[in-house]
């Protein structure tokens, strides 16, 4: 286990450790590698985070049609794209690492629905035991953000999630999420073009919901 995460942090210092970590890594289950790749995609009928297909955009003013609505791209919140756990009173530095996550694929797909466009996004990632060793599960928590980019960015929806990742003897475990429950107001065309989702790790997603205030009498 910590052959490993010491693979992972060399990958940095030279091409040719980074060869061996991603050899090491692919000879990690194969078949498990197959099947959550094959989920992933029946998810979302193959689509992913390429661009799509360019189309006629529509007149000034007006909100496109519901077979010319295009689906903003999803990428990483930059400082984001990580997420890393010490042990109890320490930070997720050097031997005091306990796990840390990684993003490595996105997707999603839109659909209209009258006024408001419900949102389906998909998140792969792999959690990596660290040299203080990772207990049995894993909490992963993840946001996931429309936002209205260009200057003075604007926040549409957002919304925490969570999921809880099996660890593994080997120490690097794949896994995969689909947040399917976001929805938006639909943009003007004016301004369809600036939105953008963005996914990555938030730690207060792990945080207990607050409790309902009850009425004072």
Not at 66 to 82: F, I, K, N
Request: positive net charge.
């Amino acid at each position: 286990m910590k052959e490993l995460w010491s693979l992972r942090n060399a990958l940095r210092r030279g091409p040719v450790i980074g060869l061996a970590l991603s050899v090491s890594l692919a000879a990690v289950s194969p078949v498990a590698a197959q099947s959550l790749t094959d989920r992933f995609k029946s998810l979302f009928g193959g689509k992913s985070d390429e661009p799509a297909e360019s189309k006629p955009a529509p007149a000034p003013g007006q909100r496109p049609a519901d077979d010319e609505l295009e689906c903003p791209q999803v990428t990483v919140r930059a400082g984001a794209s990580t997420y890393g756990v010490g042990v109890t009173g320490k930070p997720a530095v050097g031997n005091d690492v306990r796990f840390q996550a990684s993003i490595t694929k996105m997707a999603r797909e839109c659909a209209r629905n009258g006024g408001e466009i419900t949102v389906r996004v998909g998140i792969q990632g792999r959690v990596i035991a660290g040299p203080a060793g990772a207990p049995s599960t894993v909490d992963v928590p993840l946001r996931v953000a429309v936002v209205q980019g260009g200057v003075g960015e604007k926040v549409i929806a957002s919304k925490a999630y969570r999921t809880t990742v099996e660890m593994s003897e080997g120490g690097s475990v794949p896994f995969t999420f689909v947040a399917e429950d976001l929805s938006y107001p639909v943009p003007s065309a004016a301004v369809a073009d600036n939105y953008i989702f963005y996914v990555g790790f938030d730690p207060q997603a792990l945080a207990p919901e607050p409790k309902a205030r009850g009425k004072k009498r």
